[in-house]
């Protein structure tokens, strides 16, 4: 997940995709857990709560699908 985030440019939503599609998977149940995972590596330090809740927010505008919003590390 996080080489597929980081191949995004921090996009949670195209790395979703991109995973669900590779492991034949549910694309929003991929979103959701990734958006989980996103929040924990958020909360451990390892990416920016304020960029990483406006990918999300700018993914949720959007459904899951692309946005240019990127998270940092």
Do not use: F
Not at 56 to 61: E, P, R
């Amino acid at each position: 997940m996080w080489i597929a985030l980081n191949q995004s440019s921090g996009d949670v939503a195209k790395a979703a995709a991109t995973l669900a599609t590779m492991w034949d998977v549910d694309p929003v149940a991929t979103y959701s857990h990734m958006v989980t995972w996103v929040e924990d590596l958020c909360d451990a330090g390892v990416l920016e709560r304020a960029t990483a809740e406006a990918a999300m927010t700018a993914a949720s505008a959007v459904g899951t699908a692309g946005h240019d919003e990127a998270m940092t590390r």
